[in-house]
């Protein structure tokens, strides 16, 4: 682990180390690293993880690195934004998935989001026993599309395996989760 920040720490000043700066895509201000170590245990490599916070705007990009080669997934952009129509506790539950993301809690990110769906479902007063079924009620009933429906189980079906089977979920995997979610709330909110 050593190694890994070492590589991102090219001088000392005035006894403290510095990382080297990242550029904000966002609004060209340097950002600040903000680091969580992980241990893979499928590999024999040390895995960091963290997220990049730009320092002016807040701006949040998460990061993985191994040995010499840093990877940067997608941010809020590549995943979107609700609806400013979202009933606030929908929009409550979505910051949640979010703040899990941003902690590298990925496990939470898509078990928040499943929830998010779920309470999506619920505002439109459509409340079967499970969630399977409240989605397939949301097509019959024209509430959801076909893609959403898709959608909606493949989130469904993540976050269950996060919840109920203990599966690790690539970090790659949680944008297209959370793109999902987001696309499902706001067709039930415009």
């Given amino acids: 682990m050593r190694g890994i920040l070492a590589r991102l720490l090219p001088y000392k000043k005035k006894g403290v180390e510095e990382m080297t700066q990242l550029i ?11 680091d969580r170590t992980v241990r893979s245990p499928s590999t024999q490599a040390d895995l960091l993880r963290g997220v990049s916070t730009c320092g002016q705007c ?17 941010g809020k952009g590549a995943y979107g934004i609700l609806s400013e129509n979202t009933p606030q506790d929908i929009r409550d539950i979505f910051v949640d998935a979010e ?5 590298m809690g ?10 998010c769906v779920e309470a999506g479902l ?32 493949g989130s469904r079906l993540v976050g269950n395996d996060a919840l109920h089977e203990a599966t690790d979920i690539a970090l790659s995997d949680v944008p297209s989760v959370l793109s999902a979610v987001v696309g499902i709330i706001n067709h039930l909110f415009d």
């Fill in 58 to 74: 807040g701006q949040k990009t998460v990061f993985g690195m191994t040995n010499n080669a840093i990877t940067f997934y997608p």
């Fill in 106 to 115: 990925l496990r939470g990110a898509v078990a928040v989001s499943r929830a």
């Fill in 24 to 34: 904000c895509a966002h609004c060209g201000e340097s950002r600040i690293l903000e």
């Fill in 122 to 153: 619920s505002h439109k007063e459509i409340t079967e026993r499970t969630l399977e079924k409240s989605i397939d009620l949301a097509v019959e009933n024209s509430v959801l599309t076909a893609t959403q429906h898709m959608l909606a189980h």
């Fill in 99 to 103: 703040l899990c993301f941003y902690g």
